[in-house]
């Protein structure tokens, strides 16, 4: 039945977008999609990469008509090219506002799934819910929606740029929320050692290691893994 299934929020990584992120973890989402219902969102800031190697293609990327698949977004700007302001990413506080309306409309919600900058972002999340005494004005502990039951993670990291959230994802308050961290030991994007360093802010996270590089695996042991971990959480 519907109702028994699982609820995950997921959010992509800087640059890509809800259909691209929904497209490159389908492999993973079939092998599970008679236990949870997968909800891909799309960042609120358009983000034009600075990586583009010219002016005509930078200004293809801002065009409306670039297709819905292939416009970059981003829960924050790059502090690279936007500072931060009073301790928090440019963007940052728009994107806690989205997601908690999205919450509260489309939820509730299980557990969440991130991938690079949106893992980053997930984790902060995780935390924010668990505990609303970090940024009750970002989410208070009126908020009406419960903690997430579980925590997903791909290539994540901790924002130290972001100097406001530098008390949380700390491994001497670790969060209690159950996590899954998928680690590529070939990852040149978030280094292997960044994404361990976020493993030990979690209390007992489950963390599977892969010689890929920046993605969700979707080898047959991936996915085992994966699906035995949310079996868990169905009621």
């Known amino acids: ?12 990584g800087y640059t890509q977008n809800a259909i691209m992120f929904r497209k490159k973890t389908a492999v993973v989402r079939k092998g599970v999609e008679n236990l949870a219902d997968f909800v891909y969102i799309t960042a609120p800031h358009h983000i034009i990469p600075p990586t583009f190697s010219d002016i005509a293609e930078r200004e293809a990327a801002a065009k409306e008509d670039t297709s819905e698949e292939h416009k970059p977004f981003g829960w924050w700007y790059s502090p690279k090219y936007k500072p931060t302001q009073n301790g928090f990413f440019i963007g940052f506080k728009e994107s806690v506002e989205q997601v908690k309306d999205i919450l509260l409309e489309e939820g509730p919600f299980d557990g969440i799934l991130g991938f690079s900058q949106g893992a980053c972002f997930a984790a902060l999340l995780t935390e924010m819910l668990e505990n609303r005494t970090y940024f009750p004005d ?11 039951k579980f925590s997903i993670f791909v290539a994540g990291f901790k924002p130290t740029l972001q100097e406001a959230t530098n008390v949380m994802l700390n491994k001497n308050s670790k969060v209690k929320t159950p996590s899954m961290h998928f680690i590529g030991d070939l990852d040149t994007l978030v280094l292997p050692e960044a994404m361990m360093s976020m493993t030990e802010a979690f209390e007992n996270p489950k963390i599977y290691r892969h010689q890929g590089g920046h993605y969700l695996p979707s080898s047959a042991s991936s996915r085992k893994e994966f699906k035995d971990f949310i079996s868990q959480f169905i009621n």
């Open 1 to 12: 039945m519907t109702s028994s299934k699982l609820k995950i929020l997921c959010l992509h």
């Open 138 to 148: 970002l989410i208070s502990p009126e908020f009406k929606h419960a903690p997430f």
